[in-house]
């Protein structure tokens, strides 16, 4: 009964021009339907997700895109992946691996922040922002495997058609990283996201313009921009960048 009056209640909004939005879906709806139209338009069949923590980007593509290709996630923190594989298994087409990319293959100390989504290879810094002084401090430091794109994509690509490939990065200033240890790999990337930082929290990360010049050396152009977080004045801290590789739009 519910579900038939929710039907007809968006069917005479639509009627009347109007789009009803949960209130769950309020926050990332511009980023959902950007993705949507990315994904269609670029035929997307395969999404790395870097940097998964605890699957929240999953289940937002799942959820919220509409996307029911074939997800890739990669998270080193050991307690977080246990939740992360959990979730994967329950929403299907969804494999984890649970570790690191970075620029080199070795083992490395992560720090887990008491809250973990900022958990970075990085050390907090306060200096500029001071609006995650309490949750972006360590509370322990956790010794992760990290592996390189290039070296992994090769092993993965026996398992799984990584086609037309969409490669999300959220390592909490480490991204660039990523990117070095898949120079090869990046070339065949059709579109990808970035989480960039207007002001920096995170002793040694890229400032935002020095993110952008990198991606765009390597060919690819921003479609969108949309606000992670604001400090109290509502001053932009950190944003999601998505781009497309210009190289593809030859063949699309």
Known sequence: ???????????????????????????NYELARHLEMVFAQLNIS??????ANKGQYGRFLRDEVGYQGTILSFEPIKSNFQVLEQVASDKGNWD????ALGNESTRKKINVMKSDVFSSFLSPDHSVVNEFDVINSVER??????????????????????????????????????????????RHVVALQSEMSLKNIYRGMPTFSKSLQKFNELGFEATGFFPVASD?????????????????????
């Open 1 to 27: 009964m519910k579900v038939a009056l929710k039907t007809l209640i968006s069917r005479l909004a639509r009627r009347a021009g109007y789009q009803i939005i949960p209130l769950w879906q309020l926050k």
């Open 46 to 51: 395969c999404v790395l997700d870097v940097g």
């Open 96 to 99: 984890t691996y649970n570790y």
């Open 141 to 186: 430091e956790e010794v992760v495997e990290i592996r390189k794109l290039d070296e992994v994509v090769r092993s993965i690509e026996m398992d799984h058609d990584i086609g037309r490939m969409y490669v999300k990065l959220d390592t909490q200033g480490y991204d660039l990283e990523v990117i070095d240890g898949g120079r090869n790999t990046v």
């Open 232 to 252: 109290r004045q509502n001053r932009l801290i950190e944003f999601d960048c998505v781009m497309i590789n210009s190289a593809t739009l030859l063949v699309s």
